[in-house]
């Protein structure tokens, strides 16, 4: 047999986990090492988020139409249990992040340039570009990556195709099988994609920069540790009724390990998409709650605007009571489903937060500057475990809805 058919053979079939780890390893090695040729590989990282970046909105478009337009009547779909559990762990992870914060408050050193960013003024605007995101030209949401439109008009297209003929339904459907195999060759490439991600990231940033707000990354790394490792299982726990870890540590690991590294909900919808498939869970379900959870199932920018904020209001010496405290946490719940409608994400909604307690808008963004320096850790986790999240619900409302089913 030829060694390099052998070698790529094993390459297909090998354990993709395992080799995203390996990348890891040798990333921080060559970054350590040799910082210089760990810049000079940046494009590859680059590719591999491109690459994923590029297929997920056609991916999301075709497959959610294709399933829609393919759906046997009175077939249940498991949304509303998805839905539901979004918004409970949204919620959850504000309300966790308050805790985390008045057991282990953390100051800032509010001293930093200002930023030339423009956040929201109020929960109204961020509804209000959340809802003209809605409806966003089809071909323009396709080339912005605006998944909340990209999904409605998926969505409309396929209701309408139920009514066509089957061979449209058909055409529809090859099309959604062909672009997940490409998408299948796209994600076996991840280990050189992570490689050249870690590489560079420890060669440009290295680690030193973050000592100084240690006790801040520990707070807001332990917050969503808590949410990944115990509110997830019990909420998992509640619908399936057996033990949930071995669900969440295979979506922790196979979904969250590329999340952190690619740092983009958008970019891991495609690996999130191939995990459902590899759980043999309901397509018809998955299709549609995978990207829809990469808009609204916002557990770690949750945390992350609730934790800044109190950061801010516990430097400045501002009280807080517990019905506030509660109030942060539905502001930040709902600010957080409408952060992918707002450019610059989570920090951006810092501000809207610290309007609650009377923090001003300049001090504020110097505030929103802290989460850009530790933004390397920080949105990193947070992508892994906003993401990771929506396969572990979908497939804990699949699984639960099973298991009513063969109680009946």
């Known amino acids: 047999m030829n060694p390099s058919s052998s070698v790529l053979k094993r390459l297909l079939h090998g354990s993709l986990v395992l080799q995203i780890f390996i990348g890891i390893l040798a990333g921080i090695v060559l970054a350590v090492m040799a910082p ?38 009175n ?19 504000a309300l966790t992040a308050v805790a985390a914060s008045f057991m282990f408050p953390s100051t800032l050193e509010l001293q930093l340039s200002q930023q030339q960013l423009t956040p929201p003024q109020d929960i109204g605007e ?9 409806i966003d030209n089809p071909v323009n949401a396709l080339m912005t990556g605006n998944y909340i439109g990209i999904l409605i008009w998926a969505i409309g297209l396929g209701l309408a195709l139920r009514h066509g003929s089957d061979a449209s339904k058909l055409v529809f459907w090859d099309i959604a099988h062909s672009i997940s195999q490409m998408v299948r060759f796209v994600i076996r490439l991840a280990p050189f994609g992570v490689f050249g991600l870690v590489a560079v990231a420890v060669a440009e940033t290295g680690f030193g920069v973050l000592a100084g707000y240690a006790h801040l990354l520990a707070v807001l790394l332990g917050a969503m540790l808590f949410i990944a ?92 009571d517990m019905p506030t405290a509660i109030l942060l946490s539905i502001i930040a719940s709902v600010s957080a489903c409408g952060a992918s409608g707002v450019a610059g994400g989570s920090l951006l909604l810092i501000p809207l937060a610290c309007s609650l307690f009377g923090i001003d808008n300049s001090t504020a963004m110097q505030v929103v500057a802290v989460g850009m320096i530790i933004g390397v850790v920080q949105d990193s986790a947070e992508t892994a475990l906003n993401s990771s999240t929506d396969v572990v619900f979908t497939a804990a409302a699949c699984m639960g809805a099973e298991r009513e089913l063969q109680h009946r």
């Open 229 to 320: 490792l115990v509110i997830n299982p019990l909420l998992v726990y509640y619908k399936i009724r057996r033990n949930p870890y071995p669900l969440v540590l295979t979506c922790l690991r196979e979904s969250g390990v590329t999340a952190f590294f690619t740092r983009s909900s958008a970019a891991n919808i495609p690996v999130n998409m191939a995990l459902c498939e590899k759980l043999q869970l309901h397509e018809d379900t998955y299709s549609v709650s995978i990207p829809l959870g990469a808009t609204v199932n916002m557990g770690g920018a949750a945390i992350t605007i609730t934790v800044l904020t109190l950061a801010a209001v516990n430097t400045l010496g501002i009280p807080v």
């Open 126 to 134: 961020v509804l209000h570009t959340l809802l003209f995101r809605l």
């Open 36 to 73: 210089q040729w760990a810049q000079s590989i940046a494009f590859l990282g680059d590719l591999f988020v491109g690459a994923l970046k590029a297929i997920a909105p056609i991916l999301v478009f075709v497959l959610v139409a294709a399933s829609l337009a393919n759906q046997k009547k």
């Open 75 to 93: 077939t249940q779909t498991n949304m509303r249990p998805v839905v539901i559990l979004y918004l409970m762990g949204t919620f959850a992870a």
